[in-house]
């Protein structure tokens, strides 16, 4: 276990970063601290009246190589697809890993992604750029991460790289898709 | 004073009479007519019905989407009053909800309200209605209405036509994702829903698909919470009204008058 020198949650060894607040694990007390503005990574954007630019295959059949997100961007944009929340459906999310290298996934305020879902767990996942690749980790959650392929959801065992058009279920209730 | 929406004997009547009356009629009702009021689930907002009915003396006949029933305190009371106002006039029309069905009663308020009232001895009979409602309406050759959704597996107007009658669950694959589908944007074909197993989420390439092998111009549906009471998906082409109190949000009443839509807001 390593302690975040930020916030003081335990982090598990493996982890790079904290799941909580996503500074790196080895940063010093002053290691650039967290912007005190809410982060960038909330920012929600209306409804879009049209499509993704996703692939355009059938989400029922399996999903062909799609390319990765730029990461050069450092900004991933989500959907959320499905929400026990009737006004998040429909809307995206960008999320900035400009500032932090790992955007916490959960049902808990202090996640970076906060999902109002009770079947998502407090710390449910992380989202990394890692290598140059987002990559999706389950925390070990109650009710699993899922991704979407062969028309099935597949339950995400360890970590799992991201790529555009990807479908991804949260707990039983959310449903999110990686758009660019 | 006597509440006689909650009297047994007239209840009874009530819904055999009905039963007959919704067995007689095709599984897709086709209806033309220049203005319409359309009503999305209002699970016991007998108010909101009863709004929708007030249009019936402007000259407009009525359709609900289903989802009369569960969830809401008065959902006996809404469901004996549209069944009545059916009984009267010839000008309203009701499709079938998802909760029309076994699978809901139980759990989300409606077979509890019967045991209140002592009436629960009709339970069966109030299924047997609910499985011989119509599941879709062609509306003037243009206009579906449909309580959930299209079907994953190549459905036509024709498909709905032949749905078989009496299927209380229902069984039939087609039929309950009718009643269960879900439309949403980014997503492209069918994607399983997190509502229920056999029900799936519909993306817009396949909704153009369909409205275009069926000629249609729109599909109007309910099924789903909409906290502004009408909400459009797919470019306006496919419209949800959601009429119910018990969510909370606001609720809608679509008025369709000679093509034009117009959309009722209650809040």
Redesign the interface.
């Known amino acids: 276990m390593w302690i975040c020198n930020k916030c003081g949650t335990e982090n598990d060894d493996s982890y790079d970063y904290c799941v909580v607040c996503g500074v790196e694990k080895n940063a010093t007390p002053s290691a650039p601290p967290v912007t005190q503005e809410p982060p960038k990574v909330q920012k929600e954007n209306v409804e879009a009246s049209t499509q993704g630019p996703i692939n355009n295959s059938s989400a029922q059949q399996q999903a062909p190589v799609t390319p990765s997100p730029s990461a050069s961007s450092k900004i991933l944009k989500i959907a959320i697809i499905q929400s026990p929340s009737p006004e998040l459906v429909g809307r995206t999310l960008d999320l900035d890993f400009t500032i932090f290298k790992t955007i916490s996934i959960g049902r808990n305020p202090e996640n970076l992604l906060q999902m109002p879902d009770g079947s998502i767990s407090r710390r449910h996942a992380l989202i990394e750029l890692k290598d140059d690749k987002y990559i999706i980790r389950d925390l070990q959650s109650t009710n699993g991460t899922y991704i979407f392929e062969s028309g099935y959801f597949t339950k995400i065992e360890g970590e799992r790289n991201i790529n555009i058009g990807d479908v991804i279920k949260l707990g039983e209730g959310t449903v999110i898709r990686v758009i660019q | 004073m006597i509440d006689y929406l909650l009297v047994p004997d007239y209840i009874g009547d009530l819904v055999v009479t009905l039963k007959e009356s919704f067995s007689k009629e095709p599984s897709l009702l086709e209806i033309k007519n220049d203005k319409v009021a359309i009503v999305g689930d209002t699970h016991g907002a007998i108010n909101i019905s009863g709004l929708a009915f007030s249009k019936l003396q402007e000259g407009y006949c009525v359709i609900m989407l289903g989802d009369l029933i569960d969830r809401g305190p008065e959902s006996l009371r809404n469901l004996v009053f549209s069944m009545e106002m059916k009984f009267l006039t010839e000008r309203v029309f009701m499709i079938r909800g998802n909760h029309e069905s076994s699978l809901t009663p139980p759990y989300y308020g409606f077979l509890d309200e019967l045991k209140e009232n002592g009436i629960d001895y009709l339970y069966d009979e109030f299924l047997d209605m609910f499985a011989s409602i119509p599941y879709g309406i062609l509306l003037n050759d243009m206009i579906l209405c449909l309580h959930g959704g299209i079907a ?1 597996k190549g459905l036509t107007l024709d498909n709905i036509r032949k749905l078989p009658k009496g299927d209380i669950v229902p069984d039939d694959k087609t039929a309950f994702e009718i009643l269960w589908n879900d439309p ?11 509502r229920a197993e056999g029900a799936y ?1 519909f ?4 909704f153009e698909k369909f409205l275009e092998n069926n000629k249609l111009s729109y599909l109007i549906r309910g099924h ?4 502004v009471g009408i909400a459009d998906n797919f ?1 306006g082409k496919l419209i949800t009204v959601f009429s119910s109190e018990y969510h909370g ?1 606001k609720k809608g009443i679509l008025l369709i008058d000679h093509g034009k839509f117009v959309k009722i807001i209650q809040d």
């Open positions: 994953s949403r944007e980014f997503i492209e074909g069918f994607l399983p829903s997190t989420f993306g817009n390439d396949v789903e919470v909409k906290m470019n949000g």
